[in-house]
């Protein structure tokens, strides 16, 4: 009994509420159900009306339709309205079956013309199909074919008698019905008068015990989803239920001021961890970068490619001058991305010392099927896959070897692969390097593939870089890059 009443000894909420909606449920009940009643019994009543005047209209049409579709099929012969008569007669068929043919629900007199229908209709069917078998040319063809449409006026007439009986007989009921229709909405009306004062009175009890403190514990609700938690705290002025809620609501509300503080605190550790990370990133390739002077290099191999060129040592000179554009390309820039077509440039220098490493053994073919110029990549991607291409799957090949790099778009995404007829890689050899990536992933420490397939997934998010191998197969890489950006106008070249 305690668990029911308040600190001061009266009825609980619970109860009080439980009292209040089983009165408001009982009052609703009984409205609907009376109204319920009344209606559904009107829509019975005029359901069975429409549905047999909806029968007899049907029937009149298919029979229209099938005397129609005969006459063209009669002049006419063909497959189209052989067709269209055939389907015309499954209608006529089908919706004279549909008829109410109960007497003791329809009556004597529709009774008497829906046997008379049904009748000559299986009568008028066999002088039909008789008719449809003769020959044009035989001697009673026009008259047989004049008795058939003689038959269908028959059909139509009584068709018509029907529904002019079931017309008539529905007036009557429908009179009938009419009469105690026309006290239904004061019914309603009542019923709906008796709920509506009985739930005010309710509605007004419950208002006072329920509703008003509950909208202050709402409106404070808002306050605090803004991100506003300054203002005072509610008063408990009950013991019930409803005073707990507030009490607790109050507790609940400085412990999530104090949370919320803690945390902001957190947010901004870890955004200024963020930003610390990245500039260990960007630190990390300035520092690779600036272990080569850039103009000390490129002075030094114009020295060389100059003194080459004196020599009348052309190839020499050629190579120089492709190793020179290389390291350009590679020092040139600070974007984490850059064009495809700026990739492929650079790409083009070191396939061409590799060339003459190799001494034309293995070609390299291109199928870029985008605008390079259009497309984004990271950069430094393309020219480490084409490396291991050269070093493991085609070096041992003695008789050369075919590297292919493909490029299309699949919707928005960028496809690149990079595929060799080499040696190919074994399954333990492929997981081991699959399971090498994933650890370079994870710790950064890698300058190959785990640094590419890391930076793919740092600047392209749904981005990804698979390797396919078998043993005497040759090796594919592909990667697949959504493009969500533009391309930014290039950086001027060191000079």
């Given at each position: 009994?305690?668990?029911?009443?308040?600190?001061?000894?009266?009825?609980?909420?619970?109860?009080?509420?439980?009292?209040?909606?089983?009165?408001?449920?009982?009052?609703?009940?009984?409205?609907?159900?009376?109204?319920?009643?009344?209606?559904?019994?009107?829509?019975?009543?005029?359901?069975?009306?429409?549905?047999?005047?909806?029968?007899?209209?049907?029937?009149?049409?298919?029979?229209?339709?099938?005397?129609?579709?005969?006459?063209?099929?009669?002049?006419?012969p063909t497959s189209e309205?052989?067709?269209?008569?055939?389907?015309?007669?499954?209608?006529?068929?089908?919706?004279l079956a549909a008829l109410?043919?109960?007497?003791?629900?329809?009556?004597?007199?529709?009774?008497?013309?829906?046997?008379?229908?049904?009748?000559?209709?299986?009568?008028?069917?066999?002088?039909?199909?008789?008719?449809?078998?003769?020959?044009?040319?035989?001697?009673?063809?026009?008259?047989?074919?004049?008795?058939?449409?003689?038959?269908?006026?028959?059909?139509?007439?009584?068709?018509?008698?029907?529904?002019?009986?079931?017309?008539?007989?529905?007036?009557?009921?429908?009179?009938?019905?009419?009469?105690?229709?026309?006290?239904?909405?004061?019914?309603?009306?009542?019923?709906?008068?008796?709920?509506?004062?009985?739930?005010?009175?309710?509605?007004?009890?419950?208002?006072?015990?329920?509703?008003?403190?509950?909208?202050?514990?709402?409106?404070?609700?808002?306050?605090?989803?803004?991100?506003?938690?300054?203002?005072?705290?509610?008063?408990?002025?009950?013991?019930?239920?409803?005073?707990?809620?507030?009490?607790?609501?109050?507790?609940?509300?400085?412990?999530?001021?104090?949370?919320?503080?803690?945390?902001?605190?957190?947010?901004?550790?870890?955004?200024?961890?963020?930003?610390?990370?990245?500039?260990?990133?960007?630190?990390?390739?300035?520092?690779?970068?600036?272990?080569?002077?850039?103009?000390?290099?490129?002075?030094?191999?114009?020295?060389?490619?100059?003194?080459?060129?004196?020599?009348?040592?052309?190839?020499?000179?050629?190579?120089?001058?492709?190793?020179?554009?290389?390291?350009?390309?590679?020092?040139?820039?600070?974007?984490?991305?850059?064009?495809?077509?700026?990739?492929?440039?650079?790409?083009?220098?070191?396939?061409?010392?590799?060339?003459?490493?190799?001494?034309?053994?293995?070609?390299?073919?291109?199928?870029?099927?985008?605008?390079?110029?259009?497309?984004?990549?990271?950069?430094?991607?393309?020219?480490?896959?084409?490396?291991?291409?050269?070093?493991?799957?085609?070096?041992?090949?003695?008789?050369?070897?075919?590297?292919?790099?493909?490029?299309?778009?699949?919707?928005?995404?960028?496809?690149?692969?990079?595929?060799?007829?080499?040696?190919?890689?074994?399954?333990?050899?492929?997981?081991?390097?699959?399971?090498?990536?994933?650890?370079?992933?994870?710790?950064?420490?890698?300058?190959?593939?785990?640094?590419?397939?890391?930076?793919?997934?740092?600047?392209?998010?749904?981005?990804?870089?698979?390797?396919?191998?078998?043993?005497?197969?040759?090796?594919?890489?592909?990667?697949?890059?959504?493009?969500?950006?533009?391309?930014?106008?290039?950086?001027?070249?060191?000079s």
């Open positions: 009994m305690a668990r029911n009443k308040t600190a001061q000894g009266g009825i609980s909420l619970r109860r009080k509420v439980t009292a209040w909606l089983a009165a408001i449920l009982l009052v609703t009940m009984l409205s609907t159900g009376i109204a319920t009643m009344a209606g559904q019994w009107t829509v019975r009543s005029f359901d069975m009306l429409l549905a047999d005047n909806a029968v007899c209209y049907t029937v009149q049409n298919a029979l229209k339709d099938e005397t129609q579709a005969f006459a063209r099929y009669v002049r006419q309205t052989e067709q269209a008569y055939t389907a015309a007669c499954t209608a006529s068929e089908q919706s109410p043919f109960d007497y003791a629900r329809i009556g004597e007199e529709r009774y008497a013309r829906t046997w008379n229908l049904l009748q000559g209709y299986a009568g008028y069917r066999q002088e039909r199909d008789a008719f449809l078998q003769l020959s044009p040319s035989a001697d009673t063809y026009i008259e047989q074919m004049y008795h058939v449409m003689a038959l269908q006026d028959y059909l139509a007439e009584y068709a018509l008698r029907l529904t002019q009986a079931t017309l008539e007989q529905e007036n009557a009921l429908y009179s009938s019905t009419a009469a105690h229709i026309r006290h239904l909405p004061w019914l309603y009306l009542g019923l709906f008068l008796t709920a509506a004062v009985l739930v005010l009175l309710l509605i007004r009890v419950l208002s006072r015990a329920v509703v008003r403190p509950l909208l202050r514990l709402a409106q404070a609700s808002r306050s605090i989803a803004e991100g506003d938690f300054s203002r005072p705290d509610l008063p408990v002025k009950s013991s019930d239920e409803v005073g707990r809620l507030t009490g607790t609501f109050n507790q609940m509300k400085h412990a999530m001021a104090q949370q919320l503080t803690t945390q902001q605190a957190l947010h901004r550790e870890e955004v200024r961890n963020l930003a610390l990370e990245k500039d260990l990133e960007h630190t990390r390739l300035e520092v690779l970068k600036s272990q080569v002077n850039p103009h000390f290099l490129f002075n030094t191999l114009n020295m060389i490619s100059c003194m080459a060129r004196l020599e009348d040592a052309a190839t020499t000179d050629q190579m120089i001058v492709h190793l020179g554009s290389l390291f350009r390309h590679n020092l040139r820039t600070k974007r984490q991305q850059i064009t495809l077509e700026e990739e492929l440039d650079g790409l083009e220098d070191y396939i061409y010392l590799q060339q003459m490493r190799f001494d034309g053994r293995i070609t390299v073919e291109k199928s870029i099927r985008v605008q390079p110029a259009a497309v984004l990549v990271p950069s430094f991607m393309l020219q480490p896959v084409v490396e291991n291409a050269y070093s493991h799957g085609l070096k041992s090949c003695e008789e050369g070897g075919r590297i292919l790099l493909r490029a299309w778009m699949q919707g928005k995404v960028l496809v690149l692969t990079v595929a060799d007829n080499g040696k190919g890689m074994t399954p333990e050899e492929l997981d081991a390097v699959q399971t090498k990536i994933a650890q370079s992933e994870q710790t950064g420490r890698s300058i190959g593939l785990g640094n590419i397939s890391r930076r793919i997934g740092m600047l392209y998010p749904g981005g990804k870089m698979q390797v396919y191998s078998r043993a005497d197969c040759g090796t594919v890489v592909r990667f697949e890059l959504p493009q969500t950006q533009q391309p930014e106008e290039k950086e001027e070249t060191l």
